[in-house]
T-cell receptor, first 116, second 114 residues
Framework: EAGVAQSPRYKIIEKRQSVAFWCNPI?????LYWYQQILGQGPKLLIQFQNNGVVDDSQLPKDRFSAERLKGVDSTLKIQPAKLEDSAVYLC??????????????FGAGSRLTVL | AQTVTQSQPEMSVQEAETVTLSCTYD???????LFWYKQPPSRQMILVIRQEAYKQQNATENRFSVNFQKAAKSFSLKISDSQLGDTAMYFC???????????FGTGTSLTVIP
């Protein structure tokens, strides 16, 4: 099966500019996650979708970050305006269903953001 | 809230030797799942092994095995016959049975020395 697709792989922007990342999960995976991974740290959940609804966005900095998953398939994460501390790898992951004991996360390759 | 702690930021092991990575977690849940994920340098994160909290038997996947101590809330990963390809960051993760939310530790950087 095809994996989790993410683009772009790399992005360099200046502070106060905007950026958008795209994710296409594994076909049939109802749950989609966006994680922020700062160098040397573990992934931090930004937002979790179940189909096209938000399950958890408690750690999403809503003044600058937004995310959507309009048709319950692919998703876009936007940062506007970017700050230096947003430099990180943005990981998209998906899993089969919300209440499945067999759930595991499948990750994409990530989008590396550098804010200058 | 769930927390996952990995107290070993860096570890190294000689090729063909055995190494154990530590992980502890804090939760009030009784049913949950635990995972070890591997992130090789500049490559994507992949699942190494998975453990259901209701199972007493420790999970094993080829050279990888876990020591799950539910009462102590401990979940260590043992890598036997270490290979150069095992060099990576290893993340311990916790998932509640309901809600499908994953919580990650800060990771352990493992280097396998030839």
């Amino acid at each position: 099966e095809a994996g989790v697709a993410q683009s772009p792989r790399y992005k360099i922007i200046e502070k106060r500019q905007s950026v958008a990342f795209w994710c296409n999960p594994i076909s049939g995976h109802a749950t989609l996650y966006w994680y922020q991974q700062i160098l040397g740290q573990g992934p931090k959940l930004l937002i979790q979708f179940q189909n096209n609804g938000v399950v958890d966005d408690s750690q999403l900095p809503k003044d600058r970050f937004s995310a959507e998953r309009l048709k319950g398939v692919d998703s876009t994460l936007k940062i506007q305006p970017a700050k230096l501390e947003d430099s990180a790898v943005y990981l998209c992951a998906s899993s089969l269903a919300r209440y499945s004991g067999a759930n595991v996360l499948t990750f994409g390759a990530g989008s590396r953001l550098t804010v200058l | 809230a769930q927390t996952v702690t990995q107290s070993q930021p860096e570890m190294s092991v000689q090729e063909a030797e055995t190494v154990t990575l530590s992980c502890t977690y804090d939760t009030s849940e009784n049913n949950y799942y635990l995972f070890w994920y591997k992130q090789p340098p500049s490559r994507q994160m992949i699942l190494v092994i998975r453990q259901e909290a209701y199972k007493q038997q420790n999970a094993t996947e080829n050279r990888f095995s876990v020591n799950f101590q539910k009462a102590a809330k401990s979940f260590s990963l043992k890598i036997s016959d270490s290979q150069l390809g095992d060099t990576a960051m290893y993340f311990c993760a916790f998932m509640k049975q309901t809600g499908n939310q994953f919580y990650f530790g800060t990771g352990t950087s493992l280097t396998v020395i030839p």
